[in-house]
């Protein structure tokens, strides 16, 4: 049984949609429909069925889902520590924790613009890890919206951005309730009473979620082909629509008219309070967020 085949599942039951599954995977239908066959066939269980026009999970499907996400999550980990330990800088490698909200678009344009020569290692972990991982050195720095507090170490404010709902015009014709969100499914392990998602969607504001996805990608995708929208930070849509064509241009939409106004969300730099990493990388960090005022969607 290969990895790749467990990817593909994940998918499928992610999206509950061969068709939809096989256009984020880049793949045929046909063979998408092979792979979870053959997987079918590797593990004697029964992993999906028709339903209709389209397909619904078996319960035994589900547990085999439930349980491969760790097996990916602990193969994604493995992979990337082997693919880290063959690279060899000529000078030292800062590591950074953070999550996808900066690690899909935020970083990769901060390097290109503030810090071009910087050799740097990221590790994906949520909120509460990368305090974690700050403290016991696994990380020099982290970088979050969510910070999780501890005397041990600095919060250093670098900036701010505001939320918003994304996605193709289409949806301002559309009732709210019907629209159909795509929101993460990693599960937010912080005492508050404000969020109840790492796209920092208010608790007691209902909406209609009909994908959960761990990679803000696949969300960010979904969205683009009009199948969803996706709360999530305006400088994200901005940084992604540069590599959209224009049919595929996300844009800000309206909340709903008794939701509260959501508040500006700070950034801040993790750092040891005994530990300096060498970089003005507060003041590099802070002059890249006000830069990306300039871009948010409207």
């Not at 940084?239 to 049919?247: A, P, Q, R, V």
């Amino acid at each position: 049984m290969s990895i790749e085949k467990l990817k593909y599942y994940s998918v499928v039951v992610e999206t509950k949609n061969l068709r939809k599954a096989a256009e984020l995977l880049g793949i045929t239908s046909g063979s998408l429909s092979k792979a979870v066959s053959t997987l079918e066939k590797e593990l004697s269980v029964k992993l999906i069925r028709p339903e209709g026009r389209g397909i619904d999970i078996t319960k035994e499907g589900l547990e085999v889902y439930k349980k491969s996400k760790k097996l990916l999550e602990e193969y994604h980990v493995f992979f990337h520590s082997i693919a880290n330990d063959s690279i060899k800088p000529e000078s030292e490698q800062l590591k950074m924790g953070s999550f996808e909200v900066f690690s899909s678009y935020f970083i990769s344009k901060f390097l290109q613009k503030e810090l071009p020569d910087l050799n740097l290692s990221l590790l994906e972990l949520p909120p509460g890890k990368i305090e974690e991982s700050v403290l016991n050195g696994s990380v020099d720095f982290g970088l979050t919206y969510l910070p999780v507090p501890n005397n041990k170490l600095s919060f250093i404010e670098v900036g701010e951005f505001e939320m918003s709902i994304c996605g193709l015009p289409k949806w301002k014709n559309i009732d709210f309730k019907s629209w159909s969100f795509a929101v993460p499914t990693t599960p937010l392990l912080l005492h508050t009473s404000n969020f109840n998602s790492l796209d920092l969607w208010p608790n007691g504001v209902s909406r209609n979620i009909k994908y959960g996805f761990e990679l803000l990608e696949t969300a960010l995708q979904t969205s683009q082909l009009g199948l969803s929208v996706i709360h999530c930070p305006k400088f994200i849509i901005s940084l992604s629509n540069k590599y959209c064509k224009d049919e595929y241009q996300l844009e800000q939409l309206p909340y709903p008219k008794k939701m509260k106004k959501i508040k500006p969300s700070k950034i801040y730099l993790v750092l040891r309070k005994d530990h300096s990493i060498g970089i003005n990388l507060e003041g590099k960090l802070a002059k890249f967020v006000r830069s990306l005022k300039v871009m948010m969607v409207g």
